[in-house]
T-cell receptor, first 111, second 119 residues
């Protein structure tokens, strides 16, 4: 699976959009981009995933560049409860494939 | 909303003792996983399980570890003789293999974890 690069940490004001970048320049054509987050040692929580097109759900939006070498997770109106470690994971769509977690981005939402 | 559950939430054990960590995956899911996270470190994959057998395991998952699905609902991780370095959060996850227009949904859903402390 392709490696990803994320900033170590970011701050965001409460109520503002949080934009979390991820670089995955070695991504291959059959690899998806997944985002999970982990709130203070709880189990990782699925947020969103995509292959080529931008995706949106009730939690977030995922913007993938046309060349697929980078993506941005957008939390449109960050709240204090969004403070967490956010993981960008690139993986193939292969049955049973494990998730490989990096260090992620620590997002601190501040009032 | 269906969720993965794990018991116990905390377990303290003496070095050398056996522990069994239990997970109840989401009911119609077919793939099951164990991960662990040592305090302050990354989440690490241990093992994946499908169709009543291990489909993949990491180097961490040595002979001291075993998994089984004894009754079709519970999914357990056994550590035969615990070591101090087994102290960690252990997360269970499950996934529904769901074909959707030719693409397979690979979303894994995680439980809240069991905090294991080996003394």
């Amino acid at each position: 699976d392709a490696k990803t690069t994320q900033p170590t940490s970011m701050d965001c004001a409460e109520g503002r959009a949080a934009n979390l970048p991820c670089n995955h320049s070695t991504i291959s054509g059959n690899e998806y981009v997944y985002w999970y987050r982990q709130i203070h040692s709880q189990g990782p929580q699925y947020i969103i995933h995509g292959l080529k097109n931008n995706e949106t759900n009730e939690m977030a939006s995922l913007i993938i560049t046309e060349d697929r070498k980078s993506s941005t997770l957008i939390l449109p109106h960050a709240t204090l409860r969004d403070t967490a470690v956010y993981y960008c994971i690139v993986r193939t769509d292969r049955y049973g494939n494990k998730l490989v977690f990096g260090a992620g981005t620590i997002l601190r939402v501040k009032s | 909303e269906p969720e993965v559950t794990q018991t116990p939430s905390h377990q303290v054990t003496q070095m050398g003792q056996e522990v069994i960590l239990r997970c109840v995956p989401i009911s119609n899911h077919l793939y099951f996983y164990w991960y662990r996270q040592i305090l302050g470190q990354k989440v690490e994959f241990l093992v994946s399980f499908y169709n009543n057998e291990i489909s993949e395991k990491s180097e961490i998952f040595d002979d001291q570890f075993s998994v089984e699905r004894p009754d079709g609902s519970n999914f357990t991780l056994k550590i035969r003789s615990t070591k101090l370095e087994d102290s960690a959060m252990y997360f269970c996850a499950s996934r529904l293999r769901e074909p959707s227009g030719g693409a397979v949904q690979e979303t894994q859903y995680f439980g809240p974890g069991t905090r294991l402390l080996v003394l």
